[in-house]
């Protein structure tokens, strides 16, 4: 009696047809998380019929890749179980493709959103500051850094930033001004808290400057002293190599810079540097680092309050929407591979 194989072969069918290797159902196209609740159900409806498909035809296969006699029962289950296989696969492969050329189409209109939006931001940070194209390309500048080169910036702007503040505290160094008799709990209260900052040689100096205050003068001489101390204390290497380190690091500048900015507050120049290097000291956002390194930081002094908030807020906007335009173009490409297709 004639002997009849009743396995035809699906596997290289399925990869013929658009499947990945080691599956014999199609897959649809990866898709990002911003995408719709209704794209997201159809990704996981094909998903998980692909994988159902996947085990039926490995039974199948298990089952009927055997010899059976031509017309016997067994071969003519197995003849009409592939040919039901077939055409759930194929079923199965034009939904995939339906749904890939979909979600093509959604990832294009996606980009148009973020594009467009991208260039709105853009308009509103020039309303801002009137130098919009220049803060874009500081802001891409430290996208591409990589994270020591992100670091380094970060640390150079924060030493940069107690210069700044010691050269704007030295021109307000007045006897005429009013002194503050607070003043010396704010000074005390920050040495509570941050003066191992200090060389161990000079904290007790320090402090006993601070019980000795008198005049606004003597302040702002003081808190010149004291951030330059802390300044020169900090090591940009050992900021740049060690995570713990720089986070201390980062916490001090913090917590002097807004020392200054309470004990000298009838500069404004002193408020904006303080809020400008909080900006830069942020890991995701610290594009201002590469300002104040680069000793450009009067584009930020000559911005006033609002639009310095503005221009921050804008610029999370921005750096995420660069983030979101080039993960959707990323994805978008996926669909030239053999894999993912809309054909």
Sequence with gaps: MPIRVSVFLLLVWGVS????????????????????????????KLSARANRLD???????????????EGSSAERVCAEQEQQLRGDLDSQDKEVAAFNRQLASAYDSQAIVVSNRMAATSARMKAANNSSEDWQADMQEWMDMGANARRSAQVSATIESFGLIADAVALDAHESLAFSEDSIGRFENWYASYNLALPASQRDTVLARIRLLKSRKQDAELLSLILQLVGAHISPQQAI????????????????????????NTDPRIRLIVAATQMSLDVGYGWTAILISNKRATQLIALQDDNLRAINALSHLYIDDVKKLKQIKAARAAFGGSAC???
């Design 17 to 44: 047809s658009g499947a990945s290797e080691g599956h014999y159902a199609r897959r649809p196209c990866p898709v990002s998380p911003e995408m719709t609740a209704g794209v997201q159900g159809q990704f996981a």
């Design 55 to 69: 085990s039926t035809v490995t039974a199948f296969n298990t089952k009927c890749n055997v010899d059976n006699p």
């Design 241 to 264: 190599a060690d995570d713990h380190y720089w986070e201390a690091t980062g916490e001090v500048a913090v917590g002097t810079l807004r020392l200054a900015q309470t004990v000298m």
């Design 341 to 343: 297709s809309v054909q």
